[in-house]
């Protein structure tokens, strides 16, 4: 990695570059990835390195681990895997993992088997790296020219809400390398964006702010008291009006007694790629919203260059970002069902569940207790689940609690201490939540 300038761990180094060394043996490969804006972010990378090597891959997105696998190419997974170890390990071709969810399993990789793990190195996770992050690691290690990628690996780690209080760990170590490097550029900004302020507004559930977001003539009363034109882009705004308008802003979310770190969040840096005009910021909504319908392959397909997948992804993402709008609006009027030690909310929409939660405990909801969506999808449950970054300090790990609790209920699960899912039978729903308040409580007390 020319000198590492990222300061890795000779262990984890020595693994990207055995991967390098697969990337560089091999002429075509099977990529398998997760569905969301993180594993959309890691396929990216992946693919456009590869690309920029004259190299063959097909690309797949999956909610969960396949049940056949490509039997005659070298496998990549990135943002999943780690689960399935024992099984990859018993296959005769390569197989390289790039997962960055903690487990409790632990494998040794036999021949041509590249298992990287960060927890394994004492990099967390769940913080610190993302699957798309990692991807942008093996493409570094592959070809120091993949530099270029920074953005789109940045951007799942920003989707994986690895950038609240700015990004840390190995994330902030590619930031400062790519701005070195003139990959990126730095720009401080208010976290919103559209059409003008009013749109702007109107749309923000990332971040939303109560009592405000979506609601469109408690935004005209504000403007108009500040004296801001509606249609002025975000970008545009005075400094003057600037710092008016984020008192406001601040001021809603304090009033929902919002921790200072998130308050903090609604505006700071955002690192731009001038050379195709994307920024991570607003790359990683992009991709979120493709994920978020179903459509993970139009959010690859932008990443890749094809400038009208880039015009449906942003009308993807206004479409869904009014979806998000009136649900997070619901849970603020009405609440959702309490018990003594979380929270929980049933989601018809699968793919919406875990951002509502997520967005709930940021902005809504109470930050005493984990929060928890279903969706109850044919014969099974699908569950996410979402803590704060004080309870995951005071001993909670979701990740850890979602495993042991769906195992007991013939279901799988896992993820980070402080996000995770699983997927349990029907009708095991009521049996889950009971089991996930005795784990939070015997940890909260």
Sequence with gaps: MGGD??????????????????????????????????????????????????????TSFLSSFPEKLSSDLPLIFT??????????????????????????????????????????????????????????????????????????????????????????????????????????????????????IEDSLMKACDPYFPGIS???????????????????????ISSDKDRELTSILVLSLMENNIPTHIVESIKGKDFIDDENGLSVEILYKLLNSCARVSKPGLGLSLCLGDPSAKEKAEKLRDDYREQMIRRLRVIEEEGIEQMDHIQYFYEEKRTRKGELAGLGMLYILSQEKPTIGLTKIDDRVDISCRATKKLVKSGIDLGLFCREIARKLDGSGGGHDIAAGATIPLNKDKKFLELMDEHVGKILG
């Design 5 to 58: 300038p990222l300061e890795l761990p000779e262990d984890i180094r020595d693994g990207f570059e055995a991967a390098a060394s697969i990337l560089d043996e091999y002429d075509k490969f099977r990529i398998y990835t997760h569905y969301d804006a993180d594993g959309i972010s890691s396929a990216a990378v992946l693919s456009r390195a590869l690309m920029r090597s004259q190299k063959g891959f097909h």
């Design 79 to 196: 943002d999943f895997g780690n689960s399935h170890l024992d099984r990859l390990n018993q296959l005769d071709q390569p197989v390289i993992v790039l997962d960055h969810h903690n487990t409790d399993i632990g494998v040794e990789a036999g021949k041509e088997k590249i298992f990287i793990n960060p927890h394994d190195f004492g990099i967390n996770g769940a913080k610190e790296v993302s699957g798309g992050t990692l991807s942008f690691l093996l493409a570094i290690a592959f070809d120091e020219k993949n530099w270029s990628q920074s953005v789109y690996g940045l951007a799942g780690a920003a989707a994986d809400k690895q950038n609240i209080g700015g990004f840390t760990g190995l994330n902030n170590k590619i930031v400062e390398e790519a701005v070195k490097r003139g990959k990126l550029e730095v720009r401080n900004r208010l976290y919103l964006d559209g059409e003008g």
């Design 214 to 236: 979506g609601r469109k003539a408690t935004i005209k009363k504000i403007l108009k008291e500040i004296g801001l034109d509606s249609s002025t882009p975000v970008n545009e």
